[in-house]
């Protein structure tokens, strides 16, 4: 574990349960602000971001406490990260001053070519290095907290030393992040890869979740996707309840991109994430 960096991520603020922002969203999320404790943007959304988007985000930020994700940082490139495109997320992180932001444990870019997707590493001890290499760059120009996200994975890349649980124990306990915990997508690789995500916790350094993500997928030839395009199936609610019975969680995000519902149907899941949360006193 990288020094202090417990004690940083039992400091950030408990934020409660979040929406990740959609335009289609954006009046109702106005309407509703009692409602909804904070946002999550897409980072990428507002890099180079044309006059109308760039007034989106003040307004946004002004009724909300803001929580950048990125997407193409590409932490898991052996080649090193995007120095044009890390100053540009340098500035959209500084400028919003967030209690924390977030990446994904994965590559989007190899040999210089962008692959167009989040796609995973061995989980071995080489790209344990590549990720802690690039985090301490990372670092030289952004100091707010960073938490890495779990992804979902048709296969597993031949390679490595430990299984998914542990290479994600690895990589923070080398780059001294700590982890936004996407329930659906640890539901979804449980029954893709056929393990028991019980077990998987168990291997977590759960005091390191910091943010969770939740929302519903479907099924595609027998594979679960995670498309978030379906409200968040029972499974996914009985993860959430377990990880936040256990888990010091400072926030909670359902992400839905696809097929929206009425927004009536976006603030009963929230509502109900909010009651698991207030259960186990993760938030007022």
């Not at 052996?78 to 120095?83: E, P």
């Not at 120009?141 to 597993?156: C, F």
């Amino acid at each position: 574990m990288a020094v202090g960096a417990e004690a940083i991520f039992s400091n950030v603020p408990v934020l409660g349960v979040g929406l990740g922002f959609r335009e289609p969203f954006r009046g109702d999320i106005f309407l509703h602000r009692d409602e909804i404790s904070f946002l999550e943007i897409t980072a990428d959304h507002y890099l180079d971001a044309p006059p109308e988007k760039e007034r989106e985000l003040e307004l946004l930020a002004e009724h909300f406490t803001l929580v950048p994700h990125a997407l193409n940082l590409s932490l898991g490139s052996a080649d090193g990260v995007d120095r044009n495109y890390l100053k540009k997320l340098a500035r959209l992180v500084r400028r919003l001053d967030p209690p924390w932001w977030s990446e994904h444990v994965a590559f989007t870019r190899a040999g210089g070519i962008d692959i167009g997707h989040l796609s995973p590493t061995t989980f071995s001890a080489e790209a344990v290095e590549v990720f802690a290499r690039n985090v301490a760059t990372v670092r030289e120009l952004i100091d707010a907290p960073l938490i890495l996200e779990n992804i979902t994975y048709a296969l597993s890349v031949p390679g490595g030393h430990w299984d998914e649980a542990e290479f994600l124990d690895e990589v923070l306990a080398r780059t001294g992040c700590g982890l936004l915990l996407d329930i659906t997508n640890l539901h979804i690789n449980s029954i893709n890869h056929k393990y028991d995500w019980h077990a998987f916790l168990q291997k977590l350094p759960l005091e390191r979740i910091v943010q969770l993500h939740f929302v519903g997928g479907h099924r595609h030839d027998g594979f679960l996707i995670d498309s978030h395009s379906h409200p968040t199936p029972p499974e996914v609610w009985q993860v959430m309840d377990e990880v936040l019975r256990r888990a010091p969680v400072k926030g909670a995000v359902l992400e839905r991109d696809e097929n929206l519902p009425p927004f009536d149907e976006i603030l009963l899941e929230l509502a109900r994430a909010r009651a698991i949360g207030r259960l186990h006193g993760r938030w007022a």
